[in-house]
């Protein structure tokens, strides 16, 4: 079904003159036409622009001028991305026929390095699912078993990259978003430290927790995109004027001497045993390269689901008032209060629903001091649980899912088991840290994924210990077959 697209691969292919950024594209969107109805990646693909913004990086070329960045790199966006006179419906029906006026702050960013965005990626409806089967368009397959979910909710960007057809994808992240679908697809994914990358002009979920992050097959990909798309951004007051700039050419990979936490909290009860198995190969891995392995022990990190699960539905039933189909959103026929009504209950789905009640629950009177109050107090008290374990260890080990991806439609009633998916992502989010997830082997013929994380802003440490521990392994190299 793929082949291995990297970034740097064809960047460089590009600037040497090997291929022209045109035929790039061309393949991309041929193998997209032949093989997506399958997969189910895309919402919507932009042929006609992509090939004239191709055609545009030849042109340069071809005059002699400095090419961008990511000049000619085939990429797709999550589908809550602004993209200036496209659609971005963050797949709900309530914005099915929403076309953005400006363009998201990493999107532009995108733009100007000279990479190609040929479509918008399916998603769980508003980033709310661990499965991307709660969009309201399509579901998405895993490149590896198409019986199967790409984990959630930037699935389609994940499976674009799992199965060949853009050599990198941005995802959201917000509880686990990016890392997850990753480890279920078998590539890499990183949710950067939370104010590292611009918000702007990304359709919120959670205004504490989202961020955005690459999708791509090597940590040297991850870092040529977050070049690009990193650092300040004065339309979000939350982002951050960045001291250490990673540049992926100068990086170092080693884990000599790299002081490794692995959380006993992290190895949970129920964790499928193959999953297990993988994991504890890569900690030798890692020992046998240098690595002092130290066992830690986060013993809030289990609170981290159950406040994830109160601060994300009040933030999301704050952000989601809006689309009520007067500012934002299909408009309903009737008076006001009907329209608002039937805009509403008909263009959110149920898990949207449920967290919108769930969330206006938590903020309402009686309830805000017992359960919203009391959650801020726990994510602080994480953080400062945190701060503590890196005073010992570099980065913290531990697997990226207490499982492998699961077949389509068997938790899609059962949203405690969908949610116990992300049990190890949601506390690098709520903590702001960086977090990376790996590919490390395989759990019954499917991807496992390896999470690495650091204190804030350390995303170089990371960079050095998952670049090195892919120097010495091939897992990253695997692709879904035919």
């Known amino acids: 079904m793929s082949e291995l697209l990297t970034v740097k691969a064809i960047r460089d292919a590009i600037l040497e003159g090997s291929v022209t950024a045109e ?6 969107l041929a193998k997209i036409a032949a093989e997506d109805a399958k997969v189910g990646a895309f919402l919507e693909v932009f042929s006609d622009r992509a090939l004239e913004k191709a055609r545009a990086i030849d042109a340069m070329k071809a005059s002699g001028e400095t090419l961008p960045r990511l000049a000619g790199v085939p990429v797709a966006i999550k589908d809550n991305m602004l993209l200036a006179g496209e659609k971005a419906s963050a797949g709900s029906n309530i914005l099915r026929d929403y076309t953005s006026a400006y363009s998201a702050t990493v999107v532009e960013r995108l733009e ?3 990479a190609i965005i040929l479509g918008r990626a399916n998603m769980d409806e508003f980033a709310m699912g661990s499965s991307t089967e709660t969009s309201a ?6 490149p590896w078993d198409l019986e199967r979910i790409p984990g959630g909710s930037s699935g389609g960007s994940a499976a674009a990259v799992a199965a060949g057809f853009v050599a990198a994808a941005l995802g959201s992240d917000t509880g686990g978003s990016i890392r997850q679908p990753a480890a279920m697809c078998g590539i890499v994914g ?5 104010g590292r990358v611009s918000r702007y002009g990304i359709v919120a979920l959670a205004s504490s927790l989202d961020q955005v992050g690459p999708f791509t097959h090597t940590v040297e990909d991850a870092m040529l995109v ?3 798309i990193e650092g300040r951004d004065a ?3 939350t982002s951050t004027e960045l001291t250490d700039k990673p540049v992926a050419e100068l990086l170092e990979p080693t884990l000599k001497g790299l002081k490794v936490g692995v959380p006993k909290e992290y190895f949970i009860d129920g964790m499928d045993p193959e999953v ?4 504890e190969e890569a900690i030798e891995v890692f020992k046998q390269q240098g690595a002092e392995i130290i066992e830690i022990s986060l013993p809030l990190s289990p609170y981290a689901l159950p406040t994830y699960y109160i601060l994300q539905p009040a933030e999301a039933s704050s952000n989601l008032a809006r689309f009520d189909g007067m500012r934002y959103g299909t408009r309903a ?3 006001l209060e009907d329209s608002y009504l039937t805009a509403r209950s008909e263009g959110f789905g149920l898990e949207v629903k449920r967290r919108i009640m769930l969330g206006s629950f938590i903020l309402s009177a009686g309830y805000y001091d017992a359960f919203y109050k009391k959650s801020l107090a726990v994510r602080n008290a994480l953080r400062k649980e945190f701060d503590e374990a890196f005073k010992q260890v570099d980065v913290i080990l531990g697997p990226t899912t207490p499982g492998t991806a699961w077949k389509l439609g068997e938790k899609f009633d059962d949203p405690i088991a969908m949610y116990l998916a992300d049990v190890f992502t949601t506390p690098a989010n709520i903590a702001g840290l960086p977090g990376i997830s790996l590919p490390c082997g395989f759990a019954n013929n499917l991807p496992v994924g390896l999470q690495l994380q650091a204190k804030p802003f350390a995303e170089m440490t990371l960079y050095k210990a998952a670049a090195a521990y892919q120097a010495v392994t091939d897992w990253h190299t695997k692709i879904p077959q035919a």
């Open 23 to 28: 035929e790039v594209t061309k393949n991309c």
């Open 112 to 114: 100007a390095a000279g």
């Open 137 to 142: 368009f399509q579901k998405t397959h895993n």
């Open 190 to 194: 990183l949710k950067p430290t939370y």
């Open 226 to 228: 977050m070049e690009v």
């Open 235 to 237: 339309h979000d007051a």
């Open 276 to 279: 297990r198995a993988r994991v």
């Open 333 to 335: 026929p009737g008076a």
